[in-house]
Every structure is written in structure tokens, then in C-alpha cells.
């Protein structure tokens, strides 16, 4: 049994997954809530988890910008159970945190922030809502995977997403951008290309953080 929890404990809790406890990371606003935000992290595989500087980074954002933001570890990854599934698994629990949320705050809106292997699952949750016909608000993507990337890994990353900004480095090595566009033509989605810019947006963040408020603002796509 998962202990009970409480999103104004903020810090880490245990959450009830499919497969048992999801360690979840709360990052609540000052004020009231604007809505939820759900924050996913790079490749377990690679060392990813929840305190990785990049989905740390974005959830403060958002906090501050008034969201209660939400960053669960994926399978595997420190208290929560299970092991890797290349995504399958990852956005059925993505799926139960939100559900869980929004049973304890329903009507608010929901936004999905995704980095690296983070960005393919939300990808992938994003694509279910949008099937269910509960969209979420808006969807943020940096460095997302499509096709074989460098690891040799291959991702299947659906398209057809609405409200979503997808903002990839120039000079990826991991994820190149080739790749990304190569997902974004069929559809003729937009790319948000940052110059001379890696996987992970060494020294960008302020950039990062400017257009994920700014597509928080708006509808841009």
C-alpha cells in the first residue's frame, strides 16, 4: 500500500501506480493554483530521474509562474517501482499522476513539460488525451527523440499534437536535428531551433524558460 498523500507536503511523495508506488516531486506556487503541470525527465537509462537540472529547472519555472508542478520519476528510477519501458509504461503512469491530480483538483487546466526521453513520453500522453478528446492546454518538448538516435534507441514519437512547442538545439548530437524536423514535416509543425545549441541547452536555460512562460501565455501553435 501507497501511504496516503497530499500535494501541499510538496517535496517527494508516493504515489499509487500501476505497478506500484511512483515517487513524485511537488513544486506547489505562493498562491493559488493556476492549473497542473506534469514534468518528465531525460532517459533513466542515462542516469535521468526527476532532479535532473533541466526538469528541475522547468517545474520551478512553472511553479513560479503559478502552476503546481509535478515531477514523477519513471520506472525504476529512485522510489518507484517497476523497471524501463521504453515509454509504454512511463506514460501509463504519467497517465495515473494526472488522473490522481485531477481527481484532487478537477477543472484545471494541464500542461505537459517534457525534456529528452521525457519530451517522447509526454509526446506519447499528449497524443492519448488529444484521442480521449481532454487535450492537455499546452505541451512543451525540448530535445524529443524521433527515429534511431545516437544510443541507438528508436522512437516511434506519435505527431498530430496540438498546443505543443517543440524547441530543439541545432547542434544536438544525441537527437539531431534532421530527425526532429523529419517528425515535423508530415504536419508542417513548427521547430523552435536554439543556435549552437546541444542536448542539453548547456548555458540556454534562460531561453528555455522564456519560451515555455511565453507559450504559457498564448496559443502560439
Not at 517522447?120 to 527515429?147: C, E, H, I, K, S
Not at 521547430?191 to 512562460?213: D, K
Amino acid at each position: 500500500m501507497t501511504a496516503a498523500w497530499s500535494w501541499q507536503q510538496g517535496g517527494a511523495q508516493l504515489l499509487p501506480g500501476p505497478v506500484g508506488p511512483i515517487e513524485a516531486f511537488f513544486d506547489a506556487p505562493s498562491g493559488p493554483i493556476r492549473g497542473l503541470a506534469l514534468v518528465a525527465h531525460p532517459q533513466p537509462l542515462m542516469g535521468g530521474d526527476a532532479r535532473h537540472k533541466i526538469p528541475q529547472f522547468l517545474a520551478h519555472t512553472l511553479r513560479d509562474a503559478g502552476w503546481l508542478a509535478v515531477r514523477p520519476n519513471f520506472r525504476g528510477v529512485g522510489r518507484s517501482a517497476g523497471v524501463h519501458d521504453a515509454g509504454q509504461g512511463e506514460t501509463d503512469d504519467m497517465w495515473a499522476v494526472l488522473q490522481l491530480l485531477q481527481a484532487e483538483m478537477p477543472g484545471l487546466p494541464v500542461v505537459l513539460v517534457g525534456f529528452s526521453f521525457g519530451a517522447f513520453v509526454q509526446a506519447r500522453l499528449a497524443r492519448r488525451l488529444a484521442d480521449a478528446g481532454t487535450p492537455a492546454w499546452r505541451t512543451f518538448l525540448a530535445g524529443m527523440p524521433f527515429g534511431t538516435v545516437e544510443a541507438g534507441r528508436s522512437y516511434e514519437t506519435p505527431d498530430g499534437l496540438p498546443d505543443t512547442l517543440v524547441v530543439h538545439g541545432e547542434q544536438d548530437r544525441q537527437v539531431p536535428l534532421d530527425a526532429v524536423l523529419a517528425w515535423a514535416r508530415p504536419e508542417g509543425h513548427p521547430v523552435v531551433v536554439v543556435p549552437g545549441v546541444g542536448h542539453f541547452f548547456t548555458g540556454c536555460l534562460p531561453v528555455l524558460r522564456s519560451l515555455l512562460v511565453r507559450h504559457l501565455q498564448e496559443a502560439v501553435f
